[in-house]
């Protein structure tokens, strides 16, 4: 079998976490891991992450320095290294990207991120009390704090549309708050 990228990726509140968990190769448990016969870490010779951010902008971070590795210890991808402010919530794609043996192999992580929203509502949220519940600021907190599950739920249920959509929604109830 050839060698098979695998990379995973966290939210952060302002750091993004990527790991390379491809795996050393074993014939039995990983075949398609980093070892003669697929490609070597000690063969690489460049290894870069392509981010595209929800509003379509990239940034190639090379990080040939750190990866490839069969440690699954964690990259950290800093707000200054994607050239922003603060992580917009919706899908990120990470192109993973290792050249071995005069090979290029790839991983595509796609991740749903929401913590910025998450915290805009929770902010919100500090201003729904018992004696104020009903009125129609709170309900609207309430509903969209059960919107951003909802688009979680639907992203894990392979709903991509709905959880964007829905996502998209409640940073419109959120613009000028970037909190986190």
């Known amino acids: 079998m050839a060698l098979v990228l695998v990379g995973a ?29 697929n490609g070597t870490i000690a063969g690489a010779t460049a290894a870069t992450i392509l981010v595209t951010m929800p509003d379509d902008t990239t940034v190639t971070l ?26 917009e919530s919706g899908y990120w794609t990470f192109l993973y990207t290792v050249t071995t043996g005069g090979t290029a192999y790839t991983a595509t992580v796609t991740c749903l991120f929401v913590k910025n929203t998450e915290c805009c509502v929770n902010q919100r949220m500090l201003k729904v009390t018992p004696d104020n519940a009903s009125n129609p600021f709170s309900l609207e907190t309430i509903l969209l704090g059960n919107m951003i599950t909802a688009a979680l739920s ?20 959120c613009e000028g708050c970037c909190c986190c």
């Open 9 to 37: 990726v966290k939210e952060q509140t302002e750091t993004i976490l990527f790991q390379d968990a491809t795996g050393i190769y074993d014939a039995t448990d990983n075949p398609t891991g980093y070892g003669a016969p």
């Open 62 to 87: 090379n990080v040939y320095s750190s990866f490839p590795v069969n440690d699954k210890s964690w990259y950290e991808i800093t707000l200054t290294d994607l050239g922003i402010e603060f992580i």
């Open 154 to 173: 639907a992203n894990c249920q392979g709903l991509t549309d709905y959880a964007e959509n829905t996502i998209e929604y409640v940073k419109t109830k």
